[in-house]
């Protein structure tokens, strides 16, 4: 880990994880919410912390799919994989000693009975406190370029220390707290020195779980059988559905494969867009000013609080890089395993994955300066629509295929009833004249 890496996990002893249960209705969730202090507080309630079972264990690199050189090349030098740190992190990952009360755990937000998320629009955290993003899944996170929803940290040890000193997450006041918790503990005491040949730290607490995080690899789906070579390992529906994602839905363009060969890996450009989601319910010019007045540029502990605490969240990249351009753009997520992690999109907006095709099939984004100039209306028709859904539920891998039959039988069923996203009139019109940014 380099010095600069170091630097920021102790930067963030200055400052107070999501918790949640399961996939809860996502109105009552929005609606459903009190004020506490200057905290949103959520009426469903965090259960106990997840167990650690056996879709927690660290995955087989033996799965149909895996890229074994990606893999290892994205496995830092200075934080090389060893089973027993490996172990040591899971441990901390389902402790909910490393929250201020006791009550949040990583896998509170990341719990692996949903695909390490939550089944929230938004993650909630001690004392039931709500955020303002969506819950991202570990599985892959170690082929990121960089984490969290507008990549505010650039590895998977960055990552692990924000949400502890967080206050709507864990709510500790530095990271020296949660480990003085962890190092009063003779079992971690004993491990930590096994492990790193030295006492508890903050940083290598960090290093341990960021290891943790980098075994949960997934892949092994329908959809990497079929790209192996097994030509019935999909449905036509899906094969129709891969065709149009490189064509006419236009899905390849943000979700693109990130190597070089014929045999997808990751689904996602690394990069970040403005798709349209929420612009218009949010004035986003003056919380650019104010994110500009009150943000310092490069504060880790700052941004990270913007993101989560403050309506300054829809500005996404913004918050990192100050570009206009960045205005409400966030990371593309990679696809896989997406039909078992629902809601979707940064703030949890869409139920479906047939809202999301809806979103997209519109060109949405009126009256938007910042949007991203691939979006456009796709005219896609409802059995095309079907078409990538059946494409993406093929992208769960063997040990959520139960998980992603129901979520697809549950997802198809709300889709016959309740559309919010469809508007014909756009799907199939012309692309609309996007406004230019206002003057700040």
């Known amino acids: ?42 009426s469903q309630p ?15 690199l033996h799965q149909i799919g895996v890229p074994i050189a990606q893999t290892r090349s994205v496995i830092p030098k200075d934080n090389p994989q060893t089973a027993e740190k490996i172990a040591l992190g899971e441990k901390l990952f389902f402790d909910g000693r490393l929250s201020a009360d006791g009550s949040v755990a990583c896998a509170s937000c990341h719990q692996p009975q949903l695909a390490f998320t939550d089944g929230r629009p938004v993650s909630v955290g001690i004392g039931n406190r709500i955020g303002q993003r969506n819950s991202p899944t570990v599985l892959n996170a170690l082929y990121n370029k960089m984490q969290f929803w507008d990549g505010r940290a650039g590895t998977l040890e960055q990552q692990a220390g924000l949400p502890i000193v967080n206050p709507v997450e864990m709510g500790q006041p530095t990271l020296d707290s949660a480990l003085a918790r962890i190092a009063a503990i003779p079992e971690y005491r004993a491990t930590f020195i096994r492990v790193f040949a030295r006492p508890p730290n903050a940083p290598d607490m960090l290093r341990a779980i960021a290891s943790y995080e980098r075994s949960q690899v997934s892949f092994d789906s329908p959809f990497d059988h079929y790209m192996a070579g097994d030509s019935n390992a ?20 943000c979700h693109a494969l990130a190597d070089t060969t014929t045999r997808p890996t990751t689904f996602t450009d690394n990069t970040f867009h403005n798709i349209g989601i929420g612009i218009l319910r949010h004035n986003v ?20 609080q913007a993101a989560i605490l403050s309506p300054m ?12 351009s960045d205005i409400a753009s966030f990371k593309t997520p990679d696809i896989r395993n997406v039909m078992v992690t629902a809601p979707y999109f940064h703030d949890g907006s869409q139920a479906t994955l047939w809202d999301v ?10 009256q938007n300066p910042w ?11 409802e059995n095309e629509i079907d078409d990538l859904v059946a494409l993406m539920a093929s992208l769960t891998s063997s040990a959520y295929r139960e998980l992603g039959e129901k979520e697809l039988a ?31």
């Not at 965090?46 to 087989?60: C, M, N, T, W």
């Not at 100039?373 to 028709?381: E, F, G, N």
């Open 357 to 366: 095709v809806d979103h997209y099939n519109k060109g949405d984004g009126l």
């Open 371 to 381: 949007l991203d100039t691939d979006i456009q209306p796709l005219a896609l028709h």
């Open 313 to 324: 969240s829809v500005l996404g990249r913004y918050l990192i890089s100050r570009a206009d």
């Open 410 to 440: 549950r997802q198809r069923a709300l889709s016959r009833t309740s559309r919010p996203q469809r508007d014909s009139a756009r799907t199939f019109g012309p692309k609309p004249v996007q406004p230019k940014p206002p003057s700040r």
């Open 234 to 253: 999909i449905s036509a529906t899906a094969k129709r559905g891969w065709r149009l994602f490189n064509t006419r839905g236009r899905c390849n363009l």
């Open 285 to 304: 010019v003056p919380l650019a000013r104010q994110a500009e007045q009150s943000v310092a540029k490069g504060d880790t502990i700052a941004i990270d």
């Open 1 to 42: 880990m380099t010095a600069t890496s170091v630097k920021l996990m102790l930067a963030a002893s200055a400052a107070l994880t999501f918790a949640c249960g399961g996939r809860r209705d996502q109105s009552s969730e929005k609606q459903d919410t009190t004020r506490s202090a200057a905290f949103a507080v959520s």
């Open 46 to 60: 965090l259960g106990p912390v997840p167990a650690d079972d056996s879709l927690a264990r660290p995955k087989s």
